[in-house]
């Protein structure tokens, strides 16, 4: 899964050499459309060459940088196959010997960053954003399973003719007629409980945040009374539809459901916080989660999906605060300027281990920023 993958990676690089510029960037194919982006990329670059901290670099620093501004050009302009992507994100260090880039099918805001380490921000609020969900088409003799990922759908199961229909019985006249029929209604439930079974090892595997379960109403009806308790409460809703339907349509219907699934998902995530912090294991303000997270407390980070912070750090031990001093007070060195601290806390907080999920539902009362801990506090 590419989650695992790209954030374990990228959070244990660091140039402490040359700088990592990371490009955030959305293109189109339509007419005219891919020129103009082109050209706000570039004023963009224009932006970051008269930056403080572009000015303050060295001048193999800045070589390196300008390097990279020329490479992601270079990648938008003929690099990106688009369609079918839409987007991308580019991770340079020329004099370092960095070049990531990953090709999505969801808009991006634009952003470009240069930084001792990647720019995760916003690639952590992708995966938490675009929830990995499950899609089951199913009805009396056939089934499709499908996993969600930033914008992608990719098929993990299919079975094209479970069809019952096809079992020879002997007997004579209204007799042969009931077997069969009893042979038929067996041979849908075990077809039903065949998919069921399915759909509980892929969420065991795959761990979906939630599933849409598609088909005739009869069909997901059936399907329901078997699937494991634990699957069940994952439903984030039906889609009466047709299993022959187009499948775009199939997905464009099943990420309405999506919507839902995720306002259901947030609220039992506060609604856990809230109870944990009941137990004195909460924690809520940057102001009290950044002394947890130096403890290595912090089990869940919940952010708000627009909140930055402005704050100092260390380079040398990543010592993080709010109120600008001239000397890290860990070991004397000095304390940098952030206009994004929280950039900071995430690389932190993913090393140590930390789920991180942004909601979108308002967390002003929490400070935009609320942590679940480890230990209860006075423990």
């Known amino acids: 899964m590419i989650k695992d993958k790209v954030v374990k990676e990228l959070i244990q690089l660091s140039r402490d050499e040359f700088p990592i510029t990371s490009a955030y960037f959305s293109v189109s194919n339509q007419s005219g459309n891919r020129k103009a982006h082109l050209v706000e990329l570039k004023k963009m670059i224009r932006y970051k060459k008269n930056t403080t901290y572009f000015k303050q670099l060295s001048v193999a620093e800045q070589e390196s940088v300008i390097a990279d501004f ?74 499709r399973i499908f996993e969600q990922s930033l914008g992608d759908f990719t098929e993990l199961y299919r079975v094209d003719n479970n069809s019952p229909e096809t079992v020879k019985v002997g007997g004579f ?24 079974q399915k759909t509980f090892d892929l969420n065991k595997s795959h761990d979906f945040s939630w599933i849409v379960i598609c088909g005739r109403k009869e069909a997901t009806a059936d399907l329901r009374k078997h699937l494991h308790a634990y699957v069940d409460m994952k439903i984030a809703g039906t889609l009466e539809i047709e299993p022959t339907a187009p499948l775009k349509e199939i997905f464009e219907k099943a990420k309405q459901i999506d919507k839902m699934g995720r306002e259901e998902f947030e609220k039992i995530l506060l609604q856990t916080y809230h109870n944990r912090k009941q137990n004195n294991q909460g924690v809520e303000g940057l102001e009290a989660v950044l002394p947890k997270i130096r403890a290595n407390w912090v089990d869940t980070l919940i952010l708000h999906e627009d909140y930055k912070q402005k704050g100092v750090f260390c380079r040398k031990c990543g010592y993080l605060d709010l109120t600008p001093a001239a ?26 281990g930390v789920k991180i999920e942004y909601v979108i539902h308002p967390m002003k009362r929490y400070g935009d920023i609320a942590a679940t801990l480890r230990y209860p506090i006075g423990a």
Request: hydrophobic residues 30%; contains cysteine; positive net charge.
């Open 70 to 143: 020329e490479k992601i050009v270079d990648w938008f302009s003929h690099g990106l196959d688009s369609p079918p992507y839409s987007s991308s994100i580019c991770f340079s260090s020329n004099k370092g010997g960095l070049w990531k880039t990953f090709n999505l099918k969801i808009p991006l805001k634009n952003e470009l960053v240069i930084q001792p380490k990647p720019s995760i921000h916003q690639l952590s609020q992708l995966f938490s954003s675009h929830r990995r969900f499950g899609v089951v088409l199913v009805d009396k003799s056939k089934a």
């Open 173 to 196: 006249k209204g007799r042969l007629e009931r077997k069969v029929e009893r042979n038929i209604r067996k041979g849908v439930a075990e077809h039903y409980k065949e998919v069921a």
């Open 327 to 352: 000397e890290c007070p860990d070991h004397g060195g000095p304390l940098e300027r952030t206009n994004d601290i929280v950039e900071h806390l995430l690389h932190q907080a993913l090393k140590q």
